[in-house]
């Protein structure tokens, strides 16, 4: 039975958008339902060109970059294409950040605003990193 | 047989080597067998979890050395 997954990213270190891109990633991958709600410090990582590697919050982060765990924004892009995750960004600090639904990595959907997300994610389990 | 692909997922971490695994599932035919090499010990109990989730056969996970092979054959 698909699960419906929803998780909110607003931090933009690098352990919690790792942990939400791992947990995305496998759930899509396994037949859930996953949309993905991108918002405040998470979102500029996702700007086309954004290099993707985040400021560690603290030591597992630092491990992590040392070694070889799948980066973040790849998680991300796995998720959507090998099990259709949404991936939405918040129209909110879109405005703010000044950038267009086109300036921000493919995969992503249109901006959303928290009305329309918290309808989508009625009866979900939902996660913030 | 004698069909075997084999996917070196060696040196990444969870969910690494799943991620792998997956990718190559979708391009793979129905009755393929695919061997995934993973060194990581959380994958190891991991991937087969996921392969009886999502019903594909588990065919044997064995370590040879510091190395998992996992073997699976795509079943839908």
Known sequence: MARKIDIVCVSGTREKLQMAAMFASVAAATGDTVTVFFSMNALK???????????????????????????FKQLFKQAAELGDAKLLPCSMAMDLLKITRDELDPEFGPPTGLTRFLSDAEGGQLLTF | MGQCKVI??????????????????????????L????????????????????????????KVGEVWHIKVRKAK
Request: charge should be negative; include cysteine.
């Open chain 1, 45 to 71: 990582h996702f700007v086309k060109g954004a290099a993707g590697d985040a400021p560690s919050e603290g030591e597992f982060g630092t491990l992590m970059n040392q070694h070889g765990v799948p980066p």
């Open chain 2, 35 to 62: 061997e995934l090499l993973s060194t990581d010990q959380g994958s190891a109990t991991d991937v087969p979890e996921w392969i009886k989730k999502v019903g594909h056969e588990m065919i044997s996970s064995e």
């Open chain 2, 8 to 33: 070196d997922a060696r040196n990444t971490f969870c969910p690494g080597p799943l991620m792998e695994l997956i990718t190559y599932m979708k391009q793979a035919k129905v009755g393929e067998t």
